[in-house]
């Protein structure tokens, strides 16, 4: 195991990054899974209950992707940033997912473009993660 004190600063600041954004994707889902269904009800009481609904269900579906998705960046952060080699491309690839997903999301207007920093904060850790100065605290 690679020596914490020689760690590389992208290694933590990768590390820092995946820990913020595995934090706003808590905060989103617990906003998705807490929100009245009866306040979505009223703001779109002019379209069909059937779409409502649908909505609703969405929402909460959604706030259980972002949970889990938050849970598995925040599990594998750790031993990313402690210098397991074969966890880092597990956790840039989940991380591209994620915010990919996060992006169809805002385009399509299920989501704010106030979260549009969390796939932001995503995609620089995993740039991050694979720098050439980042590649040596990986090495076997």
């Known amino acids: 195991m690679p020596n914490p004190a020689a760690r590389p600063r992208v290694v933590e600041a990768a590390y820092w990054l995946w820990m913020l954004a595995a934090g706003l994707l808590i905060v989103l889902a617990l906003l ?3 929100t009245s269904s009866d306040a979505v009800r009223e703001r779109f009481a002019s379209a069909d209950a059937g779409h409502v609904d649908a909505l609703v269900t969405l929402l909460r579906v959604s ?3 972002w949970l889990f998705a938050a849970v598995v ?3 594998l952060a750790g031993p990313v940033r402690a ?3 074969r966890l880092r ?3 840039v690839g989940w991380s591209v997912v994620v915010a990919v997903l996060l992006l169809v999301q ?3 207007g299920l989501t704010t473009a106030v979260l549009l920093p969390v796939p932001v904060l995503l995609l620089i850790a995993a740039v991050l ?7 040596i605290w990986f090495r076997p």
Do not use: D, I, M
Request: hydrophobic letters at 50%; charged letters at 5%.
């Open 106 to 108: 805002v385009a399509t």
């Open 83 to 85: 210098g397991h080699a």
């Open 129 to 135: 993660a694979y720098r050439s100065s980042a590649n």
């Open 63 to 65: 706030g259980g992707v």
């Open 89 to 91: 491309p597990v956790l």
């Open 32 to 34: 998705s899974l807490a």
């Open 73 to 75: 960046v925040g599990l």
